[in-house]
């Protein structure tokens, strides 16, 4: 069976400092990892996929197979980064996606 | 814009009651898939539907179903609610069945009384 796991429920940061949301999968096939974030009172926007390989509102993730991880990076916080982000993982031949339980930054001025 | 849309967007209902949900998906799109998501957890899958057809199902009681509309447009229908069926019920769609991005609706607030 699948799982995501997102070990920790907040992370609070002062504006400029480095963060690292972490994402650890259970998975046996091929898997695709996404992060999604959702900011205050806005739907579930899709902000990352592994396969893209893309580095948005300067965050990037990469998919470390051996550890089966896919934590999300970004160098400076900025305020607007404030928001729930969660984990996903997408398995099989559907749209089906795996949630972690999502983890909640705080960033502060 | 032309997001998904969901109606309603709140409802209260009453233990043993029956409650359809609503979606539209993006113009164009043909996947509609079904989440619910209760407070503290992430959106847990409950139904995908391609071209009318069930594609995937997660593990929710049979009191849970659905259908997809020749528009694409989708319903979810919970039978016999009880008090744990609250929770907020996301509505994603996307271009194909597979692996492609999924757009998700703001939702339908449900709370079982």
């Known amino acids: 069976a699948q799982r995501v796991t997102q070990p920790e429920k907040l992370l609070s940061v002062f504006k400029g400092a480095p963060v690292e949301l972490k994402c650890n999968y259970s998975y046996s096939g091929s898997p695709e990892l996404f992060w999604y974030v959702q900011y205050s009172r806005q739907r579930l926007q899709l902000l990352l996929r592994?396969?893209s390989r893309e580095s948005i509102k300067g965050f990037t993730a990469d998919l470390n197979k051996g550890e089966t991880s896919f934590h999300l990076k970004k160098p400076f916080a900025q305020e607007e980064d404030s928001a729930m982000y969660y984990c996903?993982?997408?398995?099989?031949?559907?749209?089906?996606?795996?949630f972690g339980k999502g983890i909640t930054l705080s960033v502060r001025p | 814009d032309a997001g998904v849309t969901q109606s309603p967007t709140h409802l209260i209902k009453t233990r043993g009651q029956q409650v359809t949900l609503r979606c539209s998906p993006i113009s164009g799109h043909k996947s509609v898939s079904w989440y619910q998501q209760v407070l503290g957890q992430g959106p847990q899958f409950i139904f995908q539907?391609?071209?009318?057809?069930?594609?995937g199902r997660g593990n929710f009681p049979d009191r849970f179903s659905a259908r997809q509309f020749p528009n694409y447009s989708s319903e979810l229908n919970v039978n016999a609610l009880l008090l744990g069926d609250s929770a907020l019920y996301l509505c994603a769609s996307s271009l194909g069945a597979g692996r492609t991005e999924a757009f998700f609706g703001q939702g339908t607030r449900l709370t079982v009384v």
């Open positions: 996903a993982l997408g398995t099989g031949a559907n749209s089906k996606l795996t």
């Open positions: 592994h396969i």
């Open positions: 539907y391609y071209e009318k057809e069930e594609r």
